[in-house]
């Protein structure tokens, strides 16, 4: 018998990697998070579930979990548990909410998963093979567990769905971009979404007349440039390569540089493992996994690479934020988020600095002091433009698209 959706309260969501698993748990009547937690080394020797009931300790198990169907039974297992469980039964769930990279141009908005839902995430495969089929297990596997509780999708891709085609487009051959679905879509619309949402709450204007240039900024990066409370441009593109210079991921490069290292006889697939996983703050700095703190570390030391690093990000955000302040027609705020956009006060400032000619000027103390999870205002009164942070929650806007989509 299936689960009456009239009454979403409590809302379990659910992250899927290739070989982990986040989770979080809210009962929705007061956006209030019960537990979190993480399952790491699926199908791996030293698989572990990681939990936290809000309010108490952290507790770790070591279990053997050889598939996702594995994974999923032991998080069910844990929230029902007598002890440290938060939900006496699995029918306590009103609903799943799932977090999907990418849509495609398949899905404008969340979906409640059926098999025609799984059909479409599928045929999306071939744009992020990495993570798409890791996403549809999860569902498949709490289908399985939480028989006849909802599930429902909630796509990276979407927000920014409302982009015109001046701005998605690429200047291809149409019957080729046509064929293989060859344009920008955008990731991080979830986080973009959340921080549009809480800054037209903080600025105490509709939504639909809220222009904001947004920053979601970490090991991965992307900007969108928000008009009237709509994505009408961001940075990644078909992929999360392009745009900002991120952890590992180059950004924004001359796709000849890809021509010319093939002829200098790199492999397609060694060209790939470069431009994702060896470049960025880790290719410029040298920081292994390009974490951005062993990078600041790095300059504070005096080491030129790790110097030249920090400010060829703030270059590159900035180009891109002064730019999409013109697309917004000038923005009420630009915001900040992510590990770096709440934490990093030098790499703000590399930001910041450069946006001088838009009337931006920055408030020194009040960027050292807004971390943490903290938010606040870190430019100065006089400032033309306000730039706030705002720590971005997306497993909470993923459960409140659940609910949104299950009420309708």
């Not at 977090?99 to 495609?104: K, Q, S, Y």
Request: net charge positive; aromatic share 4%; hydrophobic share 40%.
């Amino acid at each position: 018998m299936k689960k009456k959706t009239s009454a979403v309260t409590k809302v379990l969501v659910v992250n899927c990697g290739s070989s982990s698993l986040k989770f979080q748990l809210f009962d929705m009547k007061g956006e209030q998070m019960l537990c979190k937690g993480l399952v790491e080394r699926i199908g791996i020797a030293g698989s572990r579930l990681v939990y936290t009931k809000t309010g108490c300790e952290k507790i770790v198990r070591e279990v053997p979990m050889k598939n996702h169907v594995e994974a999923i039974a032991q998080v069910m297992a844990v929230l029902t548990d007598e002890k440290v469980g938060v939900i006496k039964s699995l029918t306590e769930l009103d609903a799943i909410g799932h977090r999907v990279v990418h849509g495609g141009d398949k899905f404008s908005a969340p979906a409640q998963i059926n098999a025609a839902a799984k059909k479409l995430i599928e045929k999306c495969v071939p744009l992020a093979p990495l993570h798409n089929p890791a996403n549809l297990q999860g569902i498949e596997a709490c289908e399985k567990a939480a028989k006849g509780v909802p599930n429902v999708g909630v796509f990276d891709t979407a927000f920014h769905q409302t982009m015109p085609g001046c701005a998605y487009e690429y200047a291809l051959p149409r019957k080729i971009t046509r064929k293989y679905g060859l344009r920008k879509y955008g990731f991080h619309g979830t986080s973009h979404k959340f921080l549009t949402q809480a800054a037209a709450a903080w600025l105490k204007k509709p939504l639909k007349k809220v222009n904001l240039v947004t920053c979601h900024l970490g090991n991965g990066s992307s900007i969108a440039a928000v008009k009237n409370g709509e994505c009408i441009d961001t940075t990644m593109g078909l992929t999360p390569l392009d745009g900002l210079i991120m952890g590992t991921r180059c950004g924004r490069v001359d796709p000849g540089v890809i021509f010319f290292l093939a002829k200098q006889g790199m492999t397609i697939e060694q060209i790939d493992k470069l431009l994702n996983k060896e470049s960025g703050f880790q290719g410029l700095a040298g920081a292994q996994g390009g974490d951005s703190r062993d990078v600041v570390a790095k300059a504070e030391a005096g080491d030129l690479d790790a110097i030249e690093a920090l400010e060829a990000f703030g270059h590159r955000a900035a180009i891109y934020v002064g730019g999409y302040n013109t697309l917004v027609g000038g923005a009420d705020a630009i915001v900040m988020a992510g590990g770096i956009g709440e934490n990093a006060a030098e790499l703000r400032e590399q930001i910041v600095k450069r946006l001088g000619a838009l009337g931006v000027k920055l408030d020194k103390k009040a960027n050292m002091k807004v971390r943490f999870g903290a938010s606040g205002v870190i430019s100065t009164k006089d400032s033309k433009i306000p730039v706030v942070v705002i720590p971005t929650n997306e497993e909470l806007m993923i459960a409140r698209e659940t609910v949104a989509v299950l009420s309708k």
